[in-house]
């Protein structure tokens, strides 16, 4: 995703500029290191389940004052640097947005995303 495109794409809308105070961006980054023990990772496989994604973030979109979603998650093997998860939520105000692409991250990674981290002796 070009995080600039996507933002430059939604301002073309004209309902935009009236109900829009606030674009708020993820873009996740594969770690070099486990969460679980801060191990070295060399790599890792990720899968995400598409559909259930696109239907958080339709859920997600329904939230107060929220205008617009858009996301783009990756899948396969992936090693430490690159992208993996971008969402931008444009909304009213910060009130409104900052809870809700925390929710959307927090969900899509619980409920659409699964792992296998790669260490050392087990890259292929």
């Given amino acids: 995703m070009d ?3 996507t933002i430059a794409q ?6 935009f500029a009236p109900n829009v105070g606030m674009v708020l961006v993820h ?3 594969v770690r070099g290191w486990s969460r679980k023990d801060g191990s070295d990772i060399e790599q890792i496989d990720i899968r995400c389940d598409q559909a259930k994604a696109e239907e958080i973030c339709r ?4 939230m107060p004052g929220i205008y617009k979603i858009a996301m783009e998650a990756r899948s396969g093997r992936m090693k430490p640097g690159d992208d993996v998860l971008f969402l931008v ?6 009130e409104n947005v900052k809870p ?12 659409a995303v699964t792992k296998k981290e790669y260490f050392g002796e087990d890259v292929a």
Avoid at 59 to 62: K, L, N, P, S
Avoid at 89 to 94: C, K, T, Y
């Fill in 3 to 5: 995080i600039s495109k």
């Fill in 100 to 111: 809700a692409l925390a929710i959307l991250l927090d969900r899509i990674k619980a409920e």
């Fill in 27 to 29: 873009n996740g980054v």
């Fill in 89 to 94: 939520v444009a909304g009213d105000i910060r």
């Fill in 10 to 15: 939604m301002k073309q809308d004209p309902d």
């Fill in 59 to 62: 859920q997600v979109e329904q």
